[in-house]
């Protein structure tokens, strides 16, 4: 009965190796780093300032 069996190596199951891949391809986030610097209130306030004198320049 057991004539028929193949002898060897069996073929990987293709959904195995799919789900495998995936599984690697998995990592935890790494923490992003940027070099962009932070306005002082100061400096907002002043920007404000231009924005409203250039958009009364704009009116007339």
Known sequence: MGKNKAKGLKQAN???IANKKILKAKSKTKPVATNLK????SQEDK????DAAAHLLSQL
């Open 14 to 16: 293709v959904f195995h």
């Open 47 to 50: 920007l404000a300032n231009v």
């Open 38 to 41: 932070k306005i002082p209130m």
